[in-house]
């Protein structure tokens, strides 16, 4: 049996995890989770890699890492510091070596977005490589307040029950740091383990097109197909479940 080492994205914590655990546990598979320092705005990636890394008991050696949305920038670090099976990309960012999420996806922003950012691109030569790959977000997300209820409702949590909804937009926590999005990743090459990508195919955030090209690309898998939107552990846990327990 596994331990579903399971790390949450943006604005969420531990509890979004609450309906996915059981289902892992129902078929013997351990579980944790933990609250990322999401609410300290000097986080960095490698802090939350840390956070991740203490939550794990010492006793363990079959680890699953799963990564939802943003923890797709730190779980490849908790593998290369930690010896884990398999990372599982669900709804994920999935970072390139030293350059940040901003970096690879800066060519689609005009100049006035950009100048908000503050954004200073290091070598422009090293970005150019990107400049050929699908957007990776839907555009319709770029640039919404994701701290609006509102706008968790229509991008989040599209396709769930509205007491989920409810539920979840309650729970939510206030996201300071944008590490995920402005810190390069500081690794030199992904871990060399067992991958997977499950893309999301309803997903309002993350674009389904880019999550099969960068799952082929970096990750050098297919992605597996869920037809649900960003948070698939909230809207169906018994899919998900399903998918991240197969081998």
């Given amino acids: 049996m596994s331990l579903f080492c399971l790390v949450h ?14 289902r892992l546990e129902a078929q013997g598979h351990k579980t944790v989770a933990m609250d990322l ?19 794990l008991p010492k006793t363990d050696d079959d680890i699953v890492l799963v990564g939802h949305s943003m923890a797709g920038t730190i779980i490849p670090l ?3 510091a930690i010896e884990v099976r398999q990372l599982i990309f669900v709804a994920a960012l999935i970072p390139y070596p030293g350059v940040s999420t901003l970096d690879q996806f800066s060519h689609h922003l005009d100049s006035e977005t950009l100048e908000s950012f503050k954004y200073q691109p290091k070598d422009p030569t090293k970005l150019e490589q990107f400049h ?3 957007d990776m977000f839907e555009p319709a ?34 996201q ?10 500081p690794l030199t090459a992904l871990p060399a383990v067992e991958r997977k990508y499950i893309v999301c195919i309803n997903d309002r955030i993350i674009s ?33 479940a399903a998918v991240l327990m197969s081998h």
């Fill in 208 to 240: 389904s097109t880019w999550s099969r090209y960068a799952a082929r690309q970096r990750l050098g898998v297919d992605a597996i197909e869920l037809a649900s939107g960003h948070c698939p552990h909230l809207s169906c846990p018994d899919l998900l």
């Fill in 78 to 80: 908790v593998a290369e």
């Fill in 141 to 174: 997300s770029v640039g919404k307040d994701f701290s609006d209820a509102a706008v968790l409702r229509e991008f989040f949590y599209s396709d769930c029950q509205p007491e989920v909804v409810q539920w979840a937009i309650a729970k939510s926590r206030s």
């Fill in 132 to 134: 050929s790959e699908p």
């Fill in 37 to 55: 320092p999401i609410e300290n705005a000097s986080a960095t990636l490698s802090q939350f890699a840390d956070a991740v890394i203490q939550a």
């Fill in 176 to 185: 300071q740091s944008l590490a995920y999005i402005f810190e390069p990743n």
């Fill in 9 to 22: 994205g943006a604005f969420q914590g531990a509890w979004c995890w609450d309906l996915l655990t059981p």
